[in-house]
């Protein structure tokens, strides 16, 4: 079993910075993922890292303005926000890929098996 627990997250203007953490406790993982989700919308893809981090992939509206990262050593992975814009207000969870797939990332939610809880972003105009 895998505990993802998220930090970071809160209030900030459009334009400003933010950066969530997740650590993780059990086993290695696999591909790691980030996630959000809007009031009233569907839970959306974000950004992913390969399990070695080489590889990362984000969804087009965050490209150039977030970063994920990862750190095996410590069983981390950060997803680095700037440029923030009230769009980006949402529920964030990151989420470990299910063990075993040969994949280095994947944007759908049913190919990972942990998942945190979620820090607030709440971006104000």
């Known amino acids: 079993q895998v505990q993802l627990v998220e930090s970071g997250g809160g209030l900030v203007q459009a334009g400003g910075s933010l950066r969530l953490s997740c650590a993780a406790a059990?086993?290695?993982?696999?591909?790691m993922g980030w996630f959000r989700q809007a009031p009233g919308e569907e839970r959306e893809f974000v950004a992913a890292?390969?399990?070695?981090?080489?590889?990362?992939y984000y969804t087009t509206s965050v490209k150039a303005r977030f970063t994920i990262i990862r750190d095996n050593a410590k069983n981390t992975v950060a997803l680095q926000m700037s440029s923030l814009k009230p769009e980006d207000t949402a529920v964030y969870s990151c989420a470990a890929g299910r063990p075993g797939r040969l994949y280095s990332f994947s944007d759908r939610a049913d190919e990972y098996a942990y998942w945190g809880q979620g820090p607030q972003v709440t971006v104000s105009s």
């Open positions: 890292i390969s399990r070695n981090g080489d590889n990362t």
């Open positions: 059990g086993r290695s993982l696999n591909f």
